[in-house]
């Protein structure tokens, strides 16, 4: 078993004897703390039997330190940023505790702020500089920002899609810092012209005392009016009956979610495309969580991290956003949710469709093969394992449906018929891609509740000094 999850863990051991597995226990804790991730640790039957003291520890480091970067390279950033005419920052989920201190350094550059997955809870509201997401799953005007700039700064974030990041082809490509407080994840994604090695936090509180140059709102004047433009594309596209067409439309279902669900509520989303639009459409406020499998990508994700979400928050509303393809995969685990009685909602996206997997061929230019099944009703099988449950199919009765079933206590699951068509395509696209998208010509659907994002860079657009 080891051997299986050496791959997907931080740490993993088999255990050979009880005094080994008192000295392996602390170990795997100390190690998940550490990392923020799993350790596993492999217990064989016979060393189960074995008596013991108990873990070979009197304490675990659990208020971490935070790395400071060398002076070094945060004068060589200072130096980088007041040469460049135009920056733009983008932010992971290493923004979390540097939010602050991202707002400012954006100020004094007049910069804008995209963001991964990862940093949309941390950065996208109430953020003045906002220009949407990149990457396969992205929105706005945050691709153009990055390729269109002297300098490109990653914050804490090991973004995956380094397709979607500008490279040293290309016209005038910019230059490419990366701040991160992991030193192995620097320039593995992306030839860096300066790695810093340090908290976000600290080391933007180390260099902003050391700019010295004035910047022009131009760019990010620019930008944002691309933002706007790009967002109001979407919006328009978005047919104005949604709530009367039938399949129910998936962006309109995640948008009355993001409506109804409360304002500390607690997402998973699946991989696939509620991974879209839990991005475009779940709007962060400070207080709301969103996971998903961000850096394994793994199918099936959400169900399980609900409820492990729902076990550590059980005040909290705990909304799983599931496709139906990843509930299928880890149906069994209703009989986990039923068994603990756990306060929580599964939202079924339930297109009887994988649809990322579609998208991902239709864009090759393949026809989808495999990719569909037959309508399986979930809330009958929700109903069987003894979990509360609805099926709904109206778009007029969505709201209201939806509405009770997340105040009803204790575990729901909330079956959702929705368009198999509605597929959403990322922001940037080869011309290739754009071929075959069009050979086999499938219909796309978007906007919605990305009106919310609308109003957003509208207000920011207005307040911009020109």
């Not at 005007?141 to 490109?152: G, I, K, N, R």
């Not at 967002?231 to 993001?258: C, Q």
Request: hydrophobic fraction near 40%; charged fraction near 20%.
């Amino acid at each position: 078993p080891e051997i299986l999850f050496q791959e997907c863990s931080h740490f993993c051991e088999m255990v050979n004897s009880g005094t080994h597995g008192a000295t392996m226990l602390h170990i795997a804790v100390q190690t998940a703390i550490a990392q923020s991730g799993v350790s596993v640790l492999v217990l064989p039957g016979d060393v189960a039997d074995e008596e013991v003291d108990g873990p070979l520890t009197k304490d675990l480091a659990t208020d971490l330190g935070r790395v400071q970067p060398a002076a070094a390279p945060v004068g060589r950033l200072a130096e980088l940023i007041d040469a460049a005419e135009s920056v733009t920052l983008f932010t992971g989920a290493g923004v979390r505790d540097a939010r602050e201190e991202v707002l400012e350094l954006a100020e004094r550059v007049k910069a804008p702020i995209g963001h991964a997955f990862g940093g949309k809870e941390f950065m996208q509201y109430d953020n003045p500089y906002d220009v949407g997401m990149s990457g396969l799953l992205g929105y706005g005007a945050c691709y153009d920002a990055m390729h269109e700039t002297d300098l490109v700064i990653l914050l804490g974030t090991d973004f995956p899609y380094s397709e979607f990041l500008p490279g040293p082809d290309g016209k005038n490509p910019p230059k490419i810092v990366q701040i991160d407080a992991e030193a192995s994840r620097l320039g593995r994604r992306v030839p860096l012209d300066l790695a810093i090695h340090g908290d976000v936090a600290l080391t933007l509180q180390a260099v902003l005392p050391l700019l010295t140059s004035a910047k022009s709102h131009r760019f990010l004047h620019r930008m944002l009016k691309a933002h706007h433009k790009a967002l109001t594309g979407v919006v328009s596209a978005y047919t104005k009956n949604v709530e009367r067409m039938k399949p129910i439309h998936p962006e309109f279902v995640a948008a009355t979610l993001d409506s109804l669900a409360d304002d500390d509520a607690v997402f998973t989303v699946d991989t696939g495309m509620c991974n879209v639009w839990g991005a475009r459409y779940i709007t962060p406020n400070g207080r709301r969580r969103l996971f998903g499998s961000w850096h394994h990508g793994t199918m099936a994700n959400a169900l399980p991290q609900a409820i492990g979400a729902s076990k550590a928050f059980p005040q909290r509303q705990v909304i799983s956003m599931s496709g139906d393809g990843g509930l299928g995969m880890l149906m069994g685990e209703l009989l986990t949710v039923k068994l603990h009685d756990l306060n929580m909602k599964i939202v079924v996206f339930n297109n009887s469709s994988l649809g990322m997997v579609k998208l991902e061929m239709l864009v090759e230019g393949l026809p989808d093969y495999g990719t569909d099944h037959e309508q399986v009703d979930f809330a009958a099988i929700a109903k069987g394992v003894g979990i509360g449950s609805v099926r709904i199919t109206d778009p007029k009765k969505l709201t209201k449906q939806l509405a009770e079933a997340l105040a009803t206590p204790g575990p729901m699951l909330i079956d959702v018929v929705t368009d198999p068509d509605a597929l959403s395509m990322p922001p940037k696209i080869s011309a290739q891609q754009i071929r075959g998208f069009a050979t086999a010509s499938t219909k796309i659907v978007l906007g919605g509740g990305v009106g919310k994002m609308l109003d957003m860079a509208a207000t920011n657009l207005r307040n911009m000094p020109r």
